[in-house]
Each structure stands twice: as structure tokens, then as C-alpha cells.
């Protein structure tokens, strides 16, 4: 069994609703589940029809949620950044930096950066507490950035690290003559920082690798461009060393269709799926069959969890 299992897809083919059915499948079998949002519009707790937030809520038995607001955690980092900083540097250094920091959080991927910062405090603190947490992420793009992150950031904090070594050794040999400056770079703060930042994206990433440990579950239907950016991004991933779990194809015509409409989408669905089935050999979980109704509420919930045979 895998303690970590991400869900992810095209926006649109019910990511959130595979992965509440899964998180209720799991509790069931007397998991304890965690199932952790990190989509930006959240609805996870529409489905559920319970109000989560940025606090672990109990939603069943043995069941979790816990939605992460991009926003929060973006500020909460920057101002645990500018704290550490404030106690180790000058106030010169810290403006400079602290502008540096506010124009950094606002480029393309600085959301992603504090979403991983919190998927890192959330894998170090909460596995041991879970038999299972369960993932349920934003589309493809912004997920394939999310996961990519350790292998990007890994790199990035080395070079900090070196840099930041260099200077600290200038520092340690201008400050010679002066103990208590000389001291202070002996053991210079903002190195451990760096050093222990780095060792908590190692691990996280060493998780997220670890085939034992954690995978990936594409959710898709059975159209075109779903098929395209699941292979695409399945691709990518596999790049990154995180293992393919499994794919859901959700929402397929039953075969009990009768009107002329739906036979002929019945039709082309059926291409569809043979498409699926050569593309994604041998990794197809199930299928989910298209509702007359939302799936929404514990009820619907339970019903397409008894449709999963397996645990991931």
C-alpha cells in the first residue's frame, strides 16, 4: 500500500470527486486518511458539503480533510523568511533582500514554491500520523510544477549553500582579530537554515520517489485532449522519477443508452476508449460510469468508492 497517492488530470474530468471516493474507500477499509487539497479553487469541500479550510477537519470515520490556501502559505512564507533573516543580517542587507523576496512571490511559479514548502512540512509532519494522505491537485500544469520542484530546488539550494559558504569563509577570515564577529560566522545562522531547508527537499523528494511509498493517479475521460495531456504528462513525471500509480477513466456512457444523441457520443467514445486502453497498457484501475447526478455528498461518495477493488 502507498502512504502517499497524488490525483491529477485536465481540468475538468473530476479529479476531486475521484480522489474524495478513493480517501472514502480507503477510510472504509480502516485507514486513517488524510485527503489534502492543494488546488487553488477548492472543492473538496463542496463535495464532501462540509466547510474544510486550513485546519485538519474530521469529514467521516477514519477520514480527514485539510485544504491549503495558496495565498496563506505564500505570506506565511515569505514572513517566516524575512523573520529568520531579520535575526541574522543587517538592516541594510534585509531591505535589499526583502525587496528582492516581495518581487520573487509574485512571478510565474512562486505560488507552486510555497505549495511545495507546504507539501513538505505536511509529508515531514503528518506520516507518521496517517496510514494514507491523499493529494487531490490543481490541473496538469500547475501540478507537473509542483512535483518538479524537488529536483529544481535541489539544485537551487546548492548553489545558495556554495555561495553562501564562500562568503562566509571571506567573512570568517576578514573578522579575524575579532572574536565575537568571527564566532558568529563560525556557526553562521543563515547557512543552517540553508543547509536544513535543503535536507527537508531531500527527503520529501527521496518520498516522492520512493516507488513503495508514493504514486500517481491520473484521472481522465474519454476524450481527446485529456488523453493528449495525461501522456504528456505522465512523460514528464516519469522524468522525475515519480512513479505512475495508475489511470481512472471517469465518466463513460453506460451501456444502456438508447437516444440517437448519446449512441452517437456512445460511438465515439468507444474510439476513445480503445485509444485509452493501447495508449496506457496495463495501468488502467477502473472505469467510473457518467451519473445522472453530481457526485456530491457522502452518499454518492460511498457508492463509487465500492467500486475500487484495490488499494493503490
Known amino acids: 500500500m502507498k502512504q502517499i497517492v497524488f490525483f ?4 475538468g474530468v473530476g479529479k476531486t470527486s475521484c480522489s474524495a471516493s478513493y480517501g472514502m474507500f480507503c477510510a472504509q477499509k480502516g485507514l486513517k486518511t ?11 469541500g463542496d463535495i464532501y458539503e462540509v466547510k474544510i479550510g486550513g485546519n485538519i477537519k474530521e469529514l467521516d470515520e477514519n477520514l480527514f480533510g485539510l485544504e491549503i490556501d ?15 533573516m531579520q535575526k541574522t543580517l543587517s538592516p541594510i542587507i534585509i531591505e535589499e533582500i526583502e525587496r528582492q523576496i516581495d518581487a520573487m512571490m509574485v512571478s510565474p511559479g512562486a505560488e507552486e514554491a510555497a505549495i511545495f514548502d507546504e507539501l513538505v512540512k505536511i509529508v515531514g509532519r503528518y506520516t507518521e500520523d496517517y496510514d494514507i494522505i491523499i493529494f487531490d491537485t490543481a490541473p496538469t500544469g500547475h501540478t507537473i510544477r509542483l512535483l518538479s520542484l524537488p529536483e529544481l530546488m535541489g539544485a537551487w539550494m546548492d548553489s545558495l549553500i556554495s555561495q553562501r559558504r564562500e562568503a562566509v569563509e571571506l567573512m570568517r577570515m576578514s573578522t579575524a582579530g575579532n572574536k565575537d564577529l568571527h564566532d558568529k560566522y ?14 527537508e527537499y531531500e527527503r520529501t523528494r527521496d518520498i516522492l520517489i520512493d516507488s513503495k511509498k508514493a ?22 513525471l516519469s522524468k522525475y522519477g515519480i512513479q505512475i500509480g495508475g489511470i481512472i477513466v471517469n465518466r463513460v456512457l453506460p451501456n444502456t443508452v438508447s437516444d440517437e ?5 456512445k460511438h465515439t467514445e468507444g474510439t476513445y476508449l480503445e485509444e485509452i486502453y493501447r ?11 457518467l451519473f445522472p447526478e453530481d457526485i456530491q455528498g457522502k452518499a454518492y461518495l460511498k457508492r463509487v468508492a465500492s467500486m ?4 493503490i
Open 8 to 11: 491529477g488530470g485536465k481540468g
Open 34 to 44: 488524510l485527503i489534502v487539497s492543494t488546488d487553488p479553487a477548492h472543492s473538496l
Open 70 to 84: 495558496p495565498e496563506a502559505v505564500s505570506n506565511e512564507y515569505i514572513n517566516r523568511t524575512k523573520a529568520e
Open 186 to 199: 563560525v556557526n553562521d545562522p543563515v547557512l543552517s537554515i540553508l543547509v536544513r531547508r535543503k535536507d
Open 215 to 236: 504514486c500517481f493517479v491520473f484521472v481522465l475521460t474519454p476524450e481527446k485532449l485529456p488523453i493528449i495531456e495525461t501522456q504528456k504528462a505522465i512523460s514528464i
Open 261 to 265: 444523441f448519446l449512441l452517437k457520443r
Open 279 to 289: 495508449r496506457f497498457k496495463g495501468m488502467i484501475l477502473m472505469e467510473i460510469p
Open 308 to 311: 475500487y477493488k484495490d488499494i
